[in-house]
């Protein structure tokens, strides 16, 4: 089973920082090469919407919204992506969401896990 488990969700300012962490764990076996890890996002009343993604590769995407303000990064040696935040606005206040696509692993190969999700709030 995989397992992806957020931190770094907090209350902040508008105009503040955030970092959030995400690390990717496999039980009962070693994880082998992860395709794609994302941000996702999820504001109250709202549908679960894409932040940004890394590639295996490194190639970012990002949403419209957050362009500029924010940077996925991703550590391959520790299976870890990263989401810095900032000039963080009321409207990024959501639960946010890791995702990892195709994991392999040396007992099978997960197509799409989810995390928990870690709150940010954002004061204005």
């Known amino acids: 089973q995989v397992q992806l488990e957020e931190s770094g969700g907090d209350l902040a300012q508008a105009g503040g920082s955030l970092r959030l962490s995400c690390s990717c764990v496999?039980?009962?076996?070693?994880?082998?090469?992860?395709?794609?890890m994302a941000w996702y996002r999820q504001a109250p009343g709202k549908q679960r919407e894409l932040v940004a993604s890394?590639?295996?590769?490194?190639?970012?995407n990002y949403a419209d919204s957050v362009k500029g303000r924010f940077t996925i990064s991703r550590d391959n040696t520790k299976n870890m992506i990263y989401l810095q935040m900032s000039s963080l606005k009321p409207e990024d206040t959501a639960v946010y969401y890791c995702?990892?696509?195709?994991?392999?692993?040396?007992?099978?190969?997960?197509?799409?896990?989810w995390g928990q999700g870690t709150r940010v709030t954002v004061s204005s």
């Open positions: 890394i590639s295996s590769s490194g190639r970012a």
């Open positions: 995702s990892a696509r195709n994991v392999v692993t040396t007992s099978k190969i997960f197509q799409t896990s």
């Open positions: 496999a039980s009962g076996s070693i994880i082998i090469s992860i395709n794609t």
